[in-house]
Every structure is written in C-alpha cells, then in structure tokens.
C-alpha cells in the first residue's frame, strides 16, 4: 500500500485547503490511497486483451476497468489494482466512480421511464422536455446563449455547430431570406454549389507541435490538426488552418514573446481570411478550444481570444468556441472561456464530456429558420440530463467550482517545485482551475514518467508531443493532490 508523505504546501493556500481537507472520503468511501498489487497490465487484464482484440482492433485499450470497484478518484481494475485517476474517462468523469447521488438517480420510477423509452427527441419529446431543458443546461448556459441544441457526443456537436453557422451564414447572404430558389434546390442534389455552397470552417493548428482536436466525424476532423493519424485515408474539405499562439513559460517572464506570438497568430487568421475569400471558399466560422487540450494544453491569452471575436464579428463569420473538454468546471469556471472577459457572448459553445450529454449553445440568431436542418433521430439522451442535473446539484451544494480553484493551486504549486528539483526532466508546468499540464523533456522522458507514476499507483493522461495533462474529476480535493504530487516526485526520482 502506498503510504502518503506531507507536502509542503504554502500557508497562502493552506487556508482555502483546510476548508476542504475532509469530506470527500465520507461521500465517496474512497481507499486512503493507491494499491498496486500486479505489474499493469496484469495476466487478467491480459487475458481480456486477447480476447478482445479477436473481435475488434483495441489497440487504444489502456486497462480493463472494474467499475463496480472504481470508486470516487480510484480506478479499479481487472486485476485488483486501484490507481488515482488523474485522467478520468479522457476527461469526462464529473464527480468519479459512483458517486452516491448518481447511483440513486435511477431509484424513481418516472427516472426508469426515461431510461427506458428513448424518445426520437427532435420528433416526440416528452411533456417535461421544454422545462428539464431551462432547468438543467439553460441553468448554466453561457451568458447570452439562450439557444440550446443537445447531441449524443463531441464530435456531432461541433458538427452541428458548424451546420448551425453555415445556415445562418447562408441565411444572412440571402439578406434574410428563409426560401431557396429552384437552382439552390437542384445542384444540392449533386453536392454542387449554390445549393451546397463552397464555404470554410477555419481551425488552428499549434507551430512544430500538434494542432486542435474537434472530433473525428467528416466535418469536424477537417477542422482536426492534431495527429496525422485521426485524418489518413479520408477525404476532407480544403479549409484554412491558422497557427495558435506557442507560449513559454512561465508566462510572467515571457510577457512579451507571448504578446508576440499572439499577435501573429491574429495575423495569420486575418491573412486566411483574405486568401480563402479569393479562392472562392469563404470562411463562415472559426473554431478554437480555450485550451487546445489534445494538442498539448496549448495555452492563449484573454487579450488573444477578444481580438480574436472582433476579427470574426467583422469578417461576419461565426466564432464557435469548443468547450467539450473544458467546459463543466475544470478550470474552475462552469466555461472556461468566462476567464477572458469577452465584450460580447460567443455564437456558439459546443459541449460533451463532463457534461454527459454533447450539445451546443447558441446565440438566438443561430436558430435556423427550417425544421428539420440540425436534426438526428436521438439528438442526445434524456437520461443523461437527468445525470447531468444531479452533477450540477452536486457542483453546487458541495461548491466543487471553489474546489476546483483550491486544489488547482496546490497542485500547481507542488508542480513547479518538481519542475524546479528535476529542471532535466520536467517544465513548462501550465493551465487553470484544476485543467493542468507540464512538458517532459523529451517524448522518452514523458514515456518513462507515465510508466512509473502507473508503477506507482497514478493513472495519469498525455496530450502532445511531450505533455502530460491532469484531469481530475471536480471532486479532486487537495488531500487527492498531495498523493499525486508524492508520486510524481517518485516517479521522478526513479529515472536515472
Ligand atoms: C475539444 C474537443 N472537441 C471535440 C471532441 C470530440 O469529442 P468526442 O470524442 O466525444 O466525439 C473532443 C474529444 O476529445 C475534444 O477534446
């Protein structure tokens, strides 16, 4: 069993912290700490390797996971192992394995019956759809976002964000117009213009390092520059790619090489936009994460994004923000974008993940004019909002957002310590709220820190090309810090 040593953690912070050092094991009845008992994989978690990959390409499989032992931040898995789960679910566990409140909400009848009759939502929703909607995802929409659209994942939301700002694009070329003329109506139905116009989608993509992630559906990986890898062998639209801002860190002593970078990466948009309007392809929307997450937690500034919103305002192109990773609190704020102060709402925010169920907001004008334009037979899942409002009650009975902030800085805390004892290994520690990431020196060295903080009890996540990220669920407290923070070092200390 691994035993827990005192971090040092400032008496600044050590206040917000007592507030709340205890609580969460009471809830959750978590272990005290991780259990490694086999080598991870272990023979069972082996075993059910091969037996799955018989059947289907698993290669991504990381652990056969024990979800009737998961519990809170602990990740059990097939061979009894118990890790702290600094990943969770690629970032989509809210409050952990089995939280009680969740586990309940499935104890009412009329709860079954909505897990039992899936409604054809766009077609029949049920009496209570309008009000559950203004409850539960209007109750924390963004500000100025009074449309509200809901999907089954992150990558149909972005998909329809961007159908959503192609109609209204469309809607404002035929200066209001909501009928199509006879030549629209036909050269659709051979994918040709008017009817299926020649328009663009920009997205970013990061210099020498990987780009944005906006899902692997056909639209939304057009605007996809991670890894080559999600792309190969499909056929794609030919839109704008603009560079992202590359910060150093920290970023207090390289205020100026930032401002740098942000300037030309609005540069290069404005350029973009220019060369796509030339080429025929005008550009209707930007999408951009507040973080760009798997490209490697890819930080930009307030100023980056606000300038960024004025250059879509007068281009007369949409700005969709892509909170499916950030949002939902773990930056702190319920968006992440609410730390930029932007001057008027974003056009649209797609969402998924910890929010489980995918959708994007909207400013009223993005409501398209015809039924039927942004539509499945599905369109999300009305049990995952009744998840959703027990999440965002917890959230704020057990005031997880200011959780958030207090863990989020002693773990930022101890992880400039470490990068400061282990310069060779570990640095550019970086992000918000309890949404952080430091770079290894080199991919190799990121190799062996995963392998040994896995060795050591602490399934962790990476992003990049050398960058580890943290994403705990909201319930990660200070105490679940210092355990991960004591195992880090570990895990430094052991690489020779
Ligand atoms: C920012 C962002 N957008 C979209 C997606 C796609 O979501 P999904 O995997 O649910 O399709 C992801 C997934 O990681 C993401 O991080």
Redesign the pocket.
């Known amino acids: 069993m691994f035993r827990v040593k005192k971090t040092k953690i400032p008496t600044v912070i050590l206040k917000d912290f007592q507030k709340f050092a205890s609580g969460y094991t009471k809830v959750h009845k978590e272990p005290d700490g991780p259990c490694v008992k086999t080598e991870i994989p272990g023979p069972k978690s082996k075993a059910l390797f091969k037996e799955l990959s018989d059947i289907q390409q698993c290669g991504s499989v990381n652990l056969f996971t024990d979800y009737e032992k998961s519990v809170g931040n602990y990740i059990a898995d097939a061979d009894g192992n118990i890790l702290l789960d600094t990943y969770t679910q690629?970032?989509?566990l809210p409050l952990g394995y089995n939280h009680p409140e969740l586990l309940n909400t499935f104890s009412n009848d009329s709860n079954i019956r909505a897990l039992v009759n899936r409604p054809a939502l766009g077609v029949f929703p049920g009496i209570d759809w309008p009000q559950k909607l203004r409850d539960v995802l209007l109750s924390v929409a963004p500000k100025g976002c009074n449309q509200v659209m809901t999907m089954m994942?992150?990558?149909?939301?972005?998909e329809s964000a961007f159908k959503a700002a192609f109609i209204w694009y469309c809607t404002n070329k035929r200066g209001g117009k909501t009928t199509f003329s006879d030549e629209e109506l036909k050269s659709v139905m051979d994918n040709k213009a008017p009817g299926a116009p020649k328009l663009a989608i920009m997205s970013f993509k990061a210099p020498l390092l990987q780009g944005?992630?906006?899902?692997?559906?056909f639209g939304?990986l057009a605007t996809?520059r991670s890894k080559p890898i999600h792309k190969l062998d499909f056929p794609s639209f030919d839109w704008p790619c603009a560079i992202f801002p590359h910060y150093k860190y920290p970023l207090e002593e390289h205020k100026r090489e930032n401002e740098e970078q942000d300037k030309k990466s609005l540069a290069h948009v404005c350029e973009l936009f220019e060369k796509w309007e030339k080429k025929g392809i005008p550009v209707a929307g930007v999408i951009v994460?507040p973080i760009?997450?798997?490209g490697g937690d890819n930080h930009a500034s307030p100023e980056f994004f606000q300038q960024l919103q004025a250059i879509c305002a007068s281009k007369c192109a949409a700005l969709i923000l892509?909170?499916?990773?950030?949002g939902c609190g773990p930056t702190g704020k319920m968006w992440c974008h609410e730390h930029f102060n932007l001057p008027s709402p974003p056009d649209l925010v797609?969402f998924?993940?910890k929010m489980l169920t995918?959708g994007y907001y909207a400013r009223p004008e993005f409501k398209p004019p015809q039924a039927y334009r942004i539509f499945n037979t599905w369109m999300g899942d009305p049990s995952k909002l009744i998840l959703l409002e027990q999440v965002l009650k917890v959230i704020k009975t057990e005031k997880l957002l200011d959780l958030v902030q207090c863990t989020g800085k002693v773990l930022k805390c101890g992880l400039h310590e470490l990068e400061c004892e282990f310069p060779d290994k570990i640095n550019s520690v970086r992000g918000r709220g309890t949404f952080l990431a430091f770079d290894a020196t080199s991919p190799e060295m990121r190799d062996k820190i995963m392998g040994n903080l896995k060795k050591n009890g602490v399934l962790g996540g990476v992003c990049g090309t050398t960058s580890v990220r943290l994403r705990p669920a909201l319930t990660f407290a200070p105490k679940h810090a210092e355990i991960f923070l004591d195992i880090l070092k570990k895990s430094l200390q052991q690489i020779k």
């Open positions: 690629i970032s989509s994942c992150g990558a149909c939301s972005v944005a992630f906006h899902g692997r559906t939304a996809t994460e760009q997450s798997e892509d909170e499916v990773q950030t797609t998924s993940k995918g």
